[in-house]
């Protein structure tokens, strides 16, 4: 089993900043993905950025300039680092780690992006 615990959401006024973290333990060998999705009041959860275990990396096209996702590979530790946010990022935003063949999610930490 792979364990995921998140960290660093909260409250913050548009065009602020703000940094999540992703711990990973348990069986976190062979982890060849991990990512941040969210999900907004009434809307599906959608990706917002991936990073292979060999550092490539994926980004929804409205966090594309603003978000950046790395890894810390000696923490077992992935970042997202959100700059000049905006009320439609305020969502629910879980940690994703793919060892396959099984999915494995945080419990969340809610980002409130206020106008």
């Known amino acids: 089993q792979v364990q995921l615990v998140e960290s660093g959401g909260g409250l913050v006024q548009a065009g602020g900043s703000l940094r999540l973290s992703c711990a990973a333990s348990?069986?976190?060998?062979?982890?060849?993905?991990m990512g941040w999705y969210r999900q907004a009041p009434g809307k599906q959860r959608e990706l917002v950025a991936t990073?292979?275990?060999?550092?490539?990396?994926n980004y929804a096209d409205s966090v594309k300039g603003r978000f950046t996702i790395s890894r810390d590979g000696a923490k077992n530790t992935v970042y997202l680092q959100m700059n000049s946010l905006r009320p439609e990022d305020t969502a629910v935003y879980y940690c994703?780690?793919?060892?396959?063949?099984?999915?494995?999610w945080g419990q969340g930490t809610l980002v409130t992006v206020s106008s």
């Open positions: 990073i292979t275990s060999g550092g490539s990396t």
């Open positions: 994703y780690a793919l060892r396959p063949p099984y999915d494995h």
């Open positions: 348990g069986t976190i060998f062979s982890i060849n993905l």
